[in-house]
């Protein structure tokens, strides 16, 4: 079953471009954040009392590249974002979904994404997955216990349309920022308890 | 034209008072009278005494702050307002204005009657007024303000002549006490004396110097309006009239040189009911094509009702914006605008925001959010330890020693302790009061925990307690 799911993590890693991507679990927004690669638009409800922050923003990219909107409700959200999509003028959008995309909504985000050519990212609950999204990812922190400095986590792809899936214990390069995969899944010691 | 109780008029024409009334304006820390209506000047009031003392002569004085902004600008329409007689027309201090009547007196039939016309609707607006007709701007501001009848500018006083407090009373001291006794004195000695400026004052007045009247230009408006023949109601029609009237108005900004910020859209309807679509840029524009698609939005939200017959667009805030060279430069900020202004137009222009780097090591004040569209990007970010990604309001766990736990639950999981760094002590700015900084220093883990999740953990050792306050990626 393993070796099934080897797929190489640069074809599905840097978001295939002019899609809509679809995240999940504790670290969703660290996941967002490295996906970024340079300016994004971060599409967040006004009501929501935590904020990202910047200074945590610092090693992946440079905060004064991000722009935050701040709508009332989703409906809002969706509509900026469909407009930031279809613009183009920033790169990447990052939509944090409160309840289920519909099929049509999430059908016109990806027709906005085509559009403009550029990327979506939906931060999603777990469960809360809409049909169109082009590739679904789970991403969760695990404990490292060889090395201090701790961004290790695994992210694992949970959907994709066109590809196969896969798991990949990933660290963040603050030098390169970039994304480096640690080794593979399931050939690390306890790996196994971690991925809870 | 002089106004003597401007200020006073101003007012009363809002709102009339019966009895006496007086405009007080604060200066060297007292309240003192700036100008008063002649019921209270009949009872013995004068300028610049202090509030206090008339406030006892007179108790029933009703009074108000001077606003001398309001004035200026009152006064500025008084202006506008002259151009009907003739067309140079100027201002004169801060309560007159100066016109040069030179040819133009005939069309109102003569010099008497076009001074008769002007005191009329003076008098029929409620505003005292003085009006001097002379050769001279200098001898036109005497008679104004010192002329009582039919006497010749030499009978004047020397205080006619717009000179110094102290220059008059030295001169009186003199024995100089009219503007012809001046006029007959050596020269030489008083320009010793007094400097070139009494001299010039008194030629000014005579006519051997002379004294221009500078008109004021009209501030430019930047509307253009149209009115139909028949009433229309469809989107794409008001859509096309709306081009047809940016075309002209960035023409227009763009001879000044501005850009506009705040366009309004007027549309009249036939049952003269009106609906305004507002448009707020995210920068200043001129760019007929690019703003039109803005208006899309608004446009299609607009209640036709039986038709719209008459359509303004006004730009209500321009900001200078300097002609540019185009070519080889990215066209992205634009692009970037552009897209924040049709957001803006849908969720408000504030809520488009970005952080910008704030001066403290608190964690919750070491950035800011500022709307995008009023502030520019600053990269001078600085982060000398590592901060988490998410930072919420401390959420408080069950924990009582100085160390961090090596269980404990928050959020309903449990979380088991792997490794510790820290603490990082932050002590509370005391100069600026902060409710959730009251429980004094705090000493900030970074928890990472076996269960995989890295939090930010702080504690209270003055008020001892444990909370979370933030999540690493």
């Not at chain 2, 002007?118 to 104004?144: D, N, Q």
């Not at chain 2, 009209?218 to 109601?233: D, N, V, Y």
């Not at chain 2, 209500?316 to 970037?336: F, K, M, N, R």
């Not at chain 2, 928050?410 to 979380?415: D, E, K, T």
Request: aromatic letters at 8%.
């Amino acid at each position: 079953m393993f070796s099934l799911m080897r797929v190489d993590f640069h074809t599905v890693f840097p978001l295939r471009r002019a899609r809509v991507h679809e995240v999940c679990g504790p670290v969703a927004m660290g996941f967002a954040a490295m996906s970024v690669g340079d300016g994004a638009l971060w599409i967040r409800e006004s009501w929501m009392s935590d904020t990202l922050m910047p200074q945590g923003l610092l090693p992946i990219f440079n905060p004064a590249r991000l722009l935050l909107a701040r709508p009332k409700d989703q409906t809002d959200a969706l509509a900026v974002a469909e407009e930031a999509l279809k613009d183009g003028a920033l790169p990447f959008v990052v939509i944090e979904i409160t309840r289920p995309l519909n099929l049509r909504e999430g059908r016109r985000l990806q027709l906005a994404a085509k559009a403009g050519g550029t990327t979506g990212l939906c931060i999603i609950s777990e469960g809360m997955g809409s049909n169109a999204a082009e590739t679904r990812w789970h991403a969760a922190s695990i404990f490292d216990t060889q090395s201090e400095d701790s961004t290790l986590m695994r992210w694992e792809i949970k959907k994709n349309k066109s590809g196969t899936l896969g798991a990949w214990n990933v660290r963040w390069d603050q030098k390169t920022r970039r994304v480096h995969v640690v080794s593979p899944v399931g050939e690390r010691p306890g790996s196994a308890r971690a991925s809870g | 034209m002089w106004f003597p109780r401007l200020a006073s008029d101003r007012v009363l024409r809002a709102r009339l008072v019966d009895g006496p009334f007086a405009i007080t304006l604060k200066s060297n820390n007292t309240e003192r009278i700036y100008c008063l209506n002649e019921t209270a000047e009949g009872l013995g009031l004068t300028r610049g005494m202090s509030f206090a003392d008339a406030r006892a002569f007179c108790p029933d004085l009703i009074s108000q702050p001077a606003r001398p902004d309001l004035d200026a600008r009152f006064l500025a329409m008084l202006r506008r307002w002259a151009t009907r007689y003739c067309p140079w027309v100027g201002r004169d201090g801060e309560d007159g204005l100066v016109l040069d009547v030179t040819g133009s007196t005939h069309l109102w039939g003569g010099e008497a009657e076009m001074l008769a016309d002007i005191r009329a609707r003076a008098m029929r607006a409620g505003l005292t007024l003085r009006l001097g007709c002379a050769e001279t701007r200098g001898a036109a501001w005497a008679f104004a303000h010192y002329g009582t009848g039919t006497e010749a500018l030499s009978d004047l006083p020397v205080a006619a002549l717009r000179l110094a407090d102290t220059t008059v009373t030295a001169l009186q001291r003199l024995g100089l006490r009219s503007i012809g006794d001046l006029a007959e004195a050596a020269r030489a000695p008083l320009t010793r004396r007094f400097g070139p400026d009494l001299l010039l004052r008194l030629d000014q007045a005579m006519g051997h110097i002379p004294e221009p009247v500078r008109p004021e230009s009209e501030p430019p408006s930047f509307a253009t309006r149209m009115s139909l023949p028949e009433p229309i109601g469809l989107t794409e029609d008001v859509m096309g009239l709306t081009a047809r009237l940016l075309t002209p108005l960035c023409d227009k900004l763009n001879r000044y040189e501005m850009g506009a910020r705040r366009l309004t859209l007027t549309l009249r309807r036939v049952d003269q009911g009106s609906q305004q679509v507002e448009l707020r840029l995210a920068a200043p524009m001129r760019d007929p094509q690019r703003i039109l698609p803005l208006f899309e939005r608004g446009v299609s939200e607009v209640d036709a009702g039986f038709g719209i017959d008459q359509i303004r667009l006004e730009a209500t805030q321009v900001e200078p914006l300097p002609v540019q060279q185009i070519g080889s430069a990215q066209t992205s900020p634009d692009q970037l605008n552009d897209l924040i202004t049709r957001i803006g137009t849908r969720i408000g222009l504030e809520n488009i925001q970005r952080f910008l780097p704030s001066d403290s090591h608190i964690p919750e004040r070491s950035f800011a959010i500022a709307p995008a569209a009023f502030s520019t990007p600053d990269s001078a970010w600085s982060c000398l330890r590592p901060r988490p990604l998410r930072l919420f309001s401390p959420e408080p766990i069950a924990a009582h020693s100085a160390e961090p736990p090596a269980r404990f639950r928050w959020r309903r999981m449990s979380f088991t302790t792997g490794r510790a760094i820290g603490p990082e002590r932050i002590a509370p700015e005391w100069w600026l009061p902060d409710e959730a900084w009251r429980s004094g220093v705090r000493d900030y883990w970074r928890i990472e925990t076996r269960e995989g999740r890295r939090l930010w953990l702080y504690h209270t050792p003055q008020n001892p307690g444990w909370f979370v306050q933030g999540e690493f990626a």
